[in-house]
């Protein structure tokens, strides 16, 4: 069966990476987490007190960075490495959600990293999701869907993941952190996050994952 390009693009934690992992689970595809790459480039730029705006130092980061996948064979995730380092939860903590839209505005760190996933999806076969891959990454692909859902039943989501990961976080200042990430990634300059003509919209508010699975299933089979 010939093998396309999944790509699920939205807002801030509207469930857009448990959707495209249970899909990629059941197509026996890739899955790529691309807004796992841009934490981890904030990370290691948070680690090395190298500030924002200091291209000269972001572009050598940059080049010195080495961002990989691996799989968990315990848990079946693909956790993300940093220099072959699995940085899994760090990048989920609240300080790089703070800064992580600051860092995705910079031209250098898009042209980067949206190269490396066009790499990795290149023999197709991959469900990636993010905010930029139905209109940049791979415009060509074969299923776009957009995603989208309440501010507040986001960040009750995004609360409760926190809290298995020990985090206790006020539902406020996780509502602040999404408008601001919302706004920032809407309005910047370079591939802003925005719906694709041919994109399908996805409101999962009132949905349960098992529903926006088949959602997406549906119209994967149409295109095969
Ligand atoms: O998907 P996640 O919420 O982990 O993404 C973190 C941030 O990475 C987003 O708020 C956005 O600033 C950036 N991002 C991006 N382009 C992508 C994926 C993520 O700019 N394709």
Redesign the pocket.
């Known amino acids: 069966m010939r093998k396309i390009v999944i790509a699920i693009d939205g807002y ?2 509207c469930g ?2 448990t959707t495209a992992k249970a899909v990629a689970a059941e197509l026996g595809y890739a899955y790529i ?4 790459m ?2 981890a480039v904030t990370l290691y730029l948070l680690e090395r007190d190298i500030a924002f705006d200091d291209l000269p130092r972001v572009e050598q980061a940059l080049h010195d960075i080495h961002i990989s996948f691996k799989r968990n064979r315990k848990t079946g995730r693909n956790e993300l490495c940093l220099d072959g380092v699995i940085r899994e939860d760090e990048i989920r903590q609240m300080r790089i ?1 703070n800064s ?2 600051e860092v ?1 505005v910079i031209p250098a760190v ?1 042209h980067t990293l949206v190269a490396q996933q066009q790499r990795m999806g290149r023999k197709r076969g991959v469900v990636m ?5 139905g209109t940049t ?1 791979f415009p060509d692909a074969e299923v776009k869907i957009f995603m989208t859902a309440d501010v507040e039943t986001r960040a009750r989501r995004r609360q409760e993941e926190l809290a298995v990961k020990n985090e206790h976080v006020e539902l406020e200042e996780i509502v602040e952190n999404l408008r601001k ?1 919302d706004h ?2 809407s309005t910047r300059a370079e591939s802003p ?1 925005r719906r694709a003509a041919d994109a399908v919209l996805l409101d999962t508010t009132h949905m349960m994952i098992d529903e926006q699975v088949d959602f997406v299933l549906e119209r994967v089979s149409a295109r095969l």
């Open positions: 801030s934690s857009k990476s987490d691309t807004g796992a841009y934490r959600s992580v839209s995705s898009r999701d993010g905010r930029d891959i990454v990430r920032i990634d996050l």
